[in-house]
C-alpha cells in the first residue's frame, strides 16, 4: 500500500511554535539552551490554548525545553489532556553559536557564520556547551520524530509543540523544498500551522497563522 491508497487513515498534525523568550526578543539564538517564555509569550501561550479550545484534540506533544513545554501546557490545560516529550522535536543544536546575538556570532566565528548564511546543510558548527548538528542532521531528526509520531497516532487530531527550526523542516518537508534554498516564508512565535499526514506523505493545509495573537493585543489595547 502507499502513501496514496485512499483507505489509509489521516492525521491531523497542528504545529505550534513556541511562544516569545526574552532571547528571540533580543536575537539571541537558543539552540538546545533552555530557556523560559517572557511575560509576551506566556500571554501568546494562553492565546493559542484560546484559539485551539474548540478544537477536537487526541494528543498534545512537546520538546523537553521548557520554552516548548510552557506554551504545550497551556493548551493541554483547556483539554485536560497531559503532555507527552518528545525530546526530537528540539530545536537543531547550534554548538557554540549557543548564547550569541547574531553579531557577535559573526564576530567570534566568521567562517562558520558565513557557511551558516550560505546554508551550507552539512557545514560542521564550533563546539560549546553543547555538541552542533548540521542542517542535514537536524532535519532528519525532526521530520523523522513528527512521521514517527503521526504513524502513532492514526486518524488522531494531535498538537506538536516545537520550534522555529523544527517548524522549517515541516515546512520543507511538505513542499519538497531543497535544504539549500534561502528561507522564503517566516515562523511567528506561537503561531499555528496545520498539515496531515496519510501514509508517508506530510501535507501542507496552512501556515503561520496568528490571528489570535492580534485579538491578544486588541484585548491590552481596550
Not at 9 to 33: I, M
Not at 89 to 105: D, M, Q, V
Not at 120 to 131: H, K, S, T, W, Y
Not at 166 to 180: K, P
Request: charged share 20%; glycine share 8%.
Amino acid at each position: 500500500m502507499t502513501s496514496t491508497t485512499p483507505d489509509l487513515p489521516v492525521t491531523t498534525v497542528l504545529l505550534v511554535r513556541h511562544g516569545e523568550t526574552a532571547w528571540n526578543a533580543e536575537r539571541r539564538l537558543q539552540g538546545h539552551l533552555d530557556i523560559a517564555l517572557n511575560g509576551e509569550g506566556e500571554r501568546q501561550a494562553a492565546a493559542v490554548a484560546r484559539a485551539l479550545a474548540g478544537t477536537p484534540i487526541d494528543t498534545i506533544v512537546s520538546s523537553d525545553l521548557q520554552r516548548a513545554s510552557q506554551t504545550a501546557h497551556a493548551i493541554a490545560g483547556l483539554h485536560q489532556l497531559p503532555v507527552q516529550i518528545e525530546r526530537d522535536l528540539r530545536e537543531r543544536c547550534y554548538g557554540g553559536f549557543e548564547g550569541l546575538l547574531y553579531a557577535e556570532i559573526e564576530q567570534r566565528y566568521p567562517r562558520e557564520f558565513a557557511k551558516w548564511q550560505a546554508r551550507e546543510v552539512d557545514a560542521v558548527l564550533p563546539p560549546g556547551e553543547n555538541r552542533g548538528e548540521s542542517f542535514r542532521a537536524f532535519y532528519a531528526r525532526s521530520t523523522t520524530a513528527i512521521m514517527a509520531r503521526a504513524a502513532r497516532c492514526p486518524g488522531q487530531v494531535i498538537v506538536l509543540v516545537a520550534h522555529g527550526g523544527v517548524l522549517e523542516c515541516a515546512y520543507r518537508h511538505a513542499l519538497g523544498l531543497s535544504l539549500d534554498t534561502p528561507r522564503t516564508f517566516s515562523i511567528p512565535n506561537a503561531s499555528i500551522n496545520r498539515f496531515t499526514v496519510q501514509g508517508d506523505k506530510l501535507t501542507l493545509i496552512s501556515w503561520g497563522e496568528t490571528g489570535h495573537l492580534q485579538q491578544v493585543a486588541m484585548d491590552e489595547l481596550n
